[in-house]
């Protein structure tokens, strides 16, 4: 890697490059002033990031000992709580507080709504992420297991599409009732004086909420009604001439729902980002979001599309008035944690922080947000950063310095960057209140992530016995008062009406079905905002915001018995209890595959998240996060005998024969059998091996080593 000297740092010279000819013009920060800002704010924070890693493992040390030597008794909660009092981990409740967040859009502070989470490195997921503000509800249903059956032949099929219009009469009786009848009898929506009315056997008929009726286009025959319902809103799409609308009474040829209203673009956890090339990468792509300039050519079906940012949607509201409906959804960009460093820019011949880097980069990109006229992602000029893998106070407080200082090189008020606090590792769980005190001018985001916190479960306890089955994890104690926890916490300190309160991904993107009955839950649980897979799944977690007002069932919520210390304290390990040889092979195979299929191609191919099929060929989400989950539960039971080593490595053997064939048609996989002496397999197999070795469980470190030697390799 060829480098440059820019104030007594070591810069790659394409980071560089891109930073000075593609970042810094028309935002009125000069080179000089971007380097020796960013030079001394490495100076001063590197190595206080340095020390906070090192009282991560001196805590899991400390922990290790308690755990070694009370190995197979039953669990003292008590006796935990006081240790880990004792040694630091679990700090004293301050004074209450209110969360002080200032000029937050309202799709962060005060609407409940779904939110994608996209790799920012490929350009055309963060394009179809940014334009899926608004989507077909009728498309949704008609391509997907929402509707029981399939579409018959590749044309259009009528029978298939009067299902998917007959769903979604059901859903406007529900969101948007009529004062009497139902919208699948109605023949024609049309205006009169500023209210929207239906026409019902010749008879006009208002909606129940008048007020819900919002903005409309109309030219000749065609026109578009849009309606707002718990702050969404429902687009009455009306084309007589449209085959859908040639078949509907009302002309009505599509239903588009506002659908996902915040998009999480991740430098994080679904990218292989492990050099400069790679970084420069996902610079490029969020500062193509920030200033409008996005653009992805792609081949299609023998033809070039060409994808580019939406336009907000000009409309007139009904007294007349000229109004603006957001065309995108609102972009946040998730930054890594505190562990990982990058050899993109050198502070005396040593790697410096990559989340330092992150910061800095990303919110330089933002400024030309700011100076947009039009089509801004953030009406209130806000910048909105989410950081993971945070443990504890002190570590978030290290980010409040990180980004006050990013603040200050580049010239922006205090708190114009917003912080999301992911809650996914254990000492932030148990001090997460403390946690949000740190940043509480600038929070906008807290949420739970089930795989990431369950891997720091598991190898915080990594001493204290085997794990239960994976399978297990989401029905345990544990589990249950950290999501109710979560909530109890935004509660407490008012983050409602200035931010999120969120909950996970949905990892079966082609199981639509099954979403539409278990996702309703998020919502009943007082998030008012939860990850799905994909634009389409994000039409359908749609309807479920109209389905529950958040905001009333967070009020119902403050009168329940807040989550149980005790119980969240409570590690999942078996005491007393043996798998069945069954239960362990099950469980070998499944995490061994599970780790195969994602590494192979985050290692050999650099794809960080994908569609990758389970032992079942059933294609789930995996990112690195569900990589924690199985690596760490497998190296628990390596330590703890319920496997051997030689059977970790049979299973990773058999279980590559299946990866292989799972992957035979795409013609850039490389496959692992049968040599087994590739990088991916080398680095699955040192995931288990060296799992409970790994600092806090990442798998970072080993995917960075070997990706870097497959690069090397085969040049890519």
């Not at 792509?285 to 580019?308: C, H, P, Q, S, Y």
């Not at 994976?470 to 109890?488: C, P, Q, R, T």
């Amino acid at each position: 890697m060829g480098y440059v000297e820019r104030a007594g740092l070591s810069v790659a010279a394409e980071l560089a490059d891109f930073a000075e000819n593609r970042l810094l013009p028309n935002t009125g920060i000069t080179v000089d002033h971007f380097w020796s800002g960013y030079a001394a704010l490495l100076n001063t924070l590197a190595p206080r990031n340095a020390a906070l890693l090192q009282k991560r493992a001196d805590l899991q040390a400390q922990i290790d000992d308690w755990s070694k030597a009370r190995k197979g008794q039953a669990f003292d909660v008590a006796a935990s709580k006081a240790f880990l009092q004792e040694i630091g981990y679990l700090t004293p409740k301050g004074e209450a507080f209110q969360i002080g967040s200032e000029n937050v859009d309202p799709e962060i502070a005060s609407i409940a709504g779904p939110q994608l989470v996209v790799p920012v490195m490929n350009a055309r997921y963060a394009l179809n992420a940014a334009n899926a503000r608004w989507r077909s509800l009728y498309d949704a249903l008609y391509g997907t297991d929402a509707l029981p059956g399939q579409a018959n032949g590749p044309g259009y099929d009528a029978q298939r599409g009067a299902q998917a219009v007959a769903w979604s009469a059901d859903f406007l009786d529900k969101a948007v009732p009529l004062v009497k009848g139902s919208h699948k009898d109605v023949t024609a929506y049309r205006r009169s004086g500023t209210a929207l009315m239906a026409v019902i056997d010749d008879t006009e008929v208002g909606f129940a909420d008048p007020a819900g009726f919002v903005a409309y286009t109309e030219e000749d025959d065609t026109a578009n009604y849009v309606l707002r319902h718990n702050g969404m809103h429902i687009d009455l799409a009306i084309d007589p001439s449209h085959p859908v609308g040639a078949a509907h009474p009302a002309g009505l040829k599509d239903l588009v729902l506002e659908s996902a209203l915040t998009a999480i673009n991740d430098c994080e956890d679904s990218v292989a980002a492990v050099d400069a090339a790679d970084k420069v990468l996902a610079y490029t792509n969020w500062l193509g979001l920030m200033d409008g300039t996005l653009v992805e050519r792609f081949e299609k079906a023998g033809k070039t599309i060409e994808r580019r940012l939406q336009a907000d949607r000009q409309m007139t509201a009904p007294n007349g008035d000229a109004i603006t409906l957001k065309g995108r959804t609102v972009a946040l960009v998730r930054n890594v944690g505190h562990l990982m460093t990058t050899d993109a820019v050198l502070l005396d011949g040593q790697e410096t922080p990559e989340g330092m880097l992150d910061a800095l980069f990303t919110v330089a990109a933002s400024l030309h947000d700011r100076a947009r006229s039009e089509n801004q992602n953030s009406a209130t000029g806000s910048v909105y950063v989410v950081k993971p893998k945070m443990h504890g106070p002190e570590e978030v407080a290290f980010s409040e310095d990180l980004y006050a200082g990013v603040e200050d090189i580049l010239g922006l008020p205090r708190n114009t960057v917003k912080l999301g606090v992911m809650d996914e590792e254990r000492r932030t769980s148990v001090n997460l209140v403390e946690c949000m005190r740190q940043v509480k001018d600038r929070l906008v985001f807290i949420n739970t992530g089930f795989l990431d916190r369950t891997g720091d479960e598991i190898h915080t306890a990594m001493q204290l016995g085997p794990a239960i089955p994976k399978e297990e994890m989401k029905s345990s104690g544990w589990l249950l008062a950290y999501e109710d926890g979560n909530v109890d916490a935004g509660l407490e300190t008012g983050l409602v009406g200035r931010g999120q309160i969120g909950k996970g991904m949905w990892a079966k993107p082609d199981d639509m079905a099954e979403m539409l009955e278990a996702k309703l839950g998020h919502p009943m649980s007082g998030a008012n905002t939860a990850w799905v897979p994909s634009p389409t799944a994000a039409t359908l977690h749609a309807t479920h915001y109209h389905a529950v007002n958040v905001f009333d069932r967070l009020e119902e919520i403050k009168t329940r018995e807040q989550a149980s210390l005790d119980a969240l304290l409570t590690p999942p390990v078996m005491t007393g209890r043996n798998l069945t040889p069954e239960e362990v092979r099950h469980g070998l195979d499944n995490n061994c595959q599970s780790i195969l299929g994602y590494v192979v191609r985050w290692v050999d191919q650099g794809i960080g998240c994908s569609k990758v099929p389970d032992l079942n060929d059933v294609a789930l989400m995996e990112d690195r996060a569900t990589l924690r989950i199985s690596s760490q539960i497998l190296a628990n039971w390596l330590m703890h005998g319920v496997i051997t080593e030689d059977e970790v490595i049979d299973s990773l053997k058999r279980m590559a024969v299946k990866v292989d064939a799972q992957n035979a048609v795409d013609a850039a996989y490389r496959p692992m059998a049968p040599a087994y002496d590739g990088p991916a397999f080398a680095a699955a197999r040192d995931l288990i091996i060296k799992g409970a070795q790994q600092p806090s469980g990442y798998t970072e470190p080993l995917l960075h080593a070997y990706r870097r030697q497959a690069k090397s390799l085969y040049g890519a």
